[in-house]
Structure formats: structure tokens, C-alpha cells
């Protein structure tokens, strides 16, 4: 990572620079003056998904998930754990796929959960179905750091 990351806040789609060094020290964003990590999933919409892939300097994971899918609701707990246990490294997304296809459609979801993982705008690595915390957690850093 470089002297300062971009980040864009989950709460008003802003995008900021803050020192890398200070990633851990609860960053708040310059706009709206929220956390830029509160341990908790983003949801995304066509509108802010592509800001947050493409101009975030942290590794984005998302969630494609549908509210009538079982193990979709089974792992939504764990994925919010996930998040509070990954922040500041990676930056924890969900995406409903039911409102919005168009993007289940662009990243070819064809099962749900599938947990796809972006780096610098491109995606990394691609997981279908449902893990615990520890898988996701596990998962998500082995792919990191490659």
C-alpha cells in the first residue's frame, strides 16, 4: 500500500484520502463526517458500486445475495463478523440481486451467495456459497495477499 489509500465512505459515497498509517485510528470522512469503517457491510446499489470498486485502494469483497435465498440469510451474520474482522484491510460489500439484476447480470451471479473480490477495479478471486466468519476471513486473506 502506498503513503495514503483512497477510500470511498459507505455513507455518502465520498471518496477520501487518508495516510495509510492511520487506517487503524477510525478514519472519518471529510464530507459527511461518519466512520469510513463501522464494521459492518456497505450495501451497494448500480448507482455507488462502481465508485467503490473502481476508486478504493483497499480490496473490496462483496455479497451477492438475495433476500428469499436460505443460505444467503444463514451467512449474512457471519459476513457482517467477516467485516468487523477484516476492516481496515479489506472493505466488506453486499449486493441484492433481486433489485439489482443489472449487476448480478455484468458479474455472471448464477448462484447465491457468491462472494467475488475486487482489487483496483478488477476482480481477483470468486467463492459460491455460504461460509462461516472463519472461511470468509480465511478466504478473503489468503487472496490478498497474493
Given amino acids: 500500500m502506498t503513503e495514503s489509500a483512497l477510500l470511498v465512505c459507505p455513507h455518502c459515497n465520498a471518496v477520501n484520502r487518508v495516510p495509510s498509517a492511520r487506517l487503524d485510528e477510525g478514519p472519518k470522512c471529510g464530507k459527511c463526517h461518519q466512520l469510513l469503517f463501522d464494521g459492518q457491510p456497505v450495501e ?19 455479497d451477492f445475495w438475495a433476500p428469499w435465498c436460505g443460505p444467503c440469510k444463514m451467512m449474512a451474520p457471519q459476513f457482517a463478523q467477516a467485516a468487523a474482522q477484516l476492516e481496515p484491510k479489506v472493505r466488506l460489500a453486499k449486493v441484492n440481486t433481486d433489485t439489482e439484476q443489472t449487476l448480478g447480470e455484468k ?20 467463492q459460491p456459497g455460504a461460509m462461516n466468519t472463519a472461511e470468509i476471513v480465511r478466504w478473503a486473506l489468503s487472496k490478498i495477499s497474493r
Fill in 44 to 62: 451497494l446499489t448500480a448507482t455507488s458500486f462502481q465508485k467503490h470498486i473502481d476508486k478504493s485502494d483497499i480490496p473490496v469483497m462483496v
Fill in 107 to 126: 458479474f455472471g451471479i448464477r448462484s447465491i451467495p457468491t462472494l467475488v473480490l475486487f482489487r483496483q477495479g478488477r476482480e481477483i478471486a470468486r
